[in-house]
């Protein structure tokens, strides 16, 4: 049973490359969605989805895209890395009942924008 | 728009103390809320969640919350920690309605020594 997988672990970049990380859930959840990690800031949400071809906004999502053509896979995109991009990225799913389900999040992926 | 203020950024305890991590949010409208739990180098995990009923909440690991309405609270309790406690602690809150945007708190770190 994987659960929610993150991949890459680790990633370096520099300023203006391009990256996906990938996201993929085994547990045939409707609801997944993306969070930023920054010291002293909790989480925050970037985007997220209530199903296969349906995306939305959260809280911070500039400078990041997303598509989700199948239910278990949701990446996220960086067109153009900059630096304040540097934090950790967790992905987590849920079963669609209107929200009061808990989360089931990723390992995280460590990323630094130099 | 709904907040969550986590009152301690930092808690340090000894094993066996009772510990209290304080939440307070602001809506103005009804909420679920939840208590995660991040192990170092892991992704978040449920701890307990409120949703409607009884005000007194428990979850894994012997903690609990209570959710008080008047003073718009949900802090959480354990009577005895160990050191396996050591972890960063989120409170979360999700509107009614709001599609899944859950919104968590700045964390607390909890470290129990010896």
């Known amino acids: 049973n994987a659960g929610v997988t993150q991949t890459p672990k680790f990633q370096v970049l520099k300023t203006g490359q391009s990256m996906t990380l990938q996201c993929a859930q085994d547990?045939?959840?409707?609801?997944m969605s993306w969070y930023r990690q920054d010291p002293g800031m909790g989480l925050r949400l970037i985007h997220y989805?209530?199903?296969?071809?349906?995306?939305d906004q959260g809280e911070v999502p500039n400078g990041y895209n997303v598509s989700r053509s199948t239910t278990e896979d949701f990446p996220l995109r960086l067109l153009s890395a900059a630096p304040s991009q540097t934090s950790v990225y967790f992905c987590?799913?849920?079963?669609?009942?209107?929200?009061?389900?808990?989360?089931?999040f990723g390992s995280g992926t460590q990323l630094s924008v130099l | 728009a709904q907040s969550v203020t986590q009152l301690d950024s930092q808690v340090p305890v000894f094993e066996e103390a009772p510990v209290e991590l304080r939440c307070n949010y602001s809506?103005?409208?009804?909420?679920?809320l939840f208590w995660y739990v991040q192990y170092p180098n892991q992704g978040l995990q449920l701890l307990l969640k409120?949703?409607?009923?009884?005000?007194l909440v428990k979850g894994i690991n012997g903690f609990e919350a209570e959710f008080n309405k008047s003073q718009t609270s949900f802090h959480l309790r354990k009577p005895s920690v160990h050191i396996s406690d050591t972890a960063e602690y989120f409170c979360?809150?999700?509107?009614?309605?709001?599609?899944?945007?859950?919104?968590f708190g700045k964390g607390t770190l909890l470290t129990v020594n010896p």
């Open positions: 987590a799913s849920s079963y669609s009942t209107g929200g009061a389900e808990k989360l089931f």
């Open positions: 547990m045939n959840h409707e609801y």
């Open positions: 989805s209530v199903g296969a071809g349906i995306t």
């Open positions: 809506s103005s409208v009804s909420v679920y």
């Open positions: 409120y949703l409607s009923g009884s005000t």
């Open positions: 979360a809150v999700l509107v009614w309605g709001s599609n899944y945007k859950l919104t």
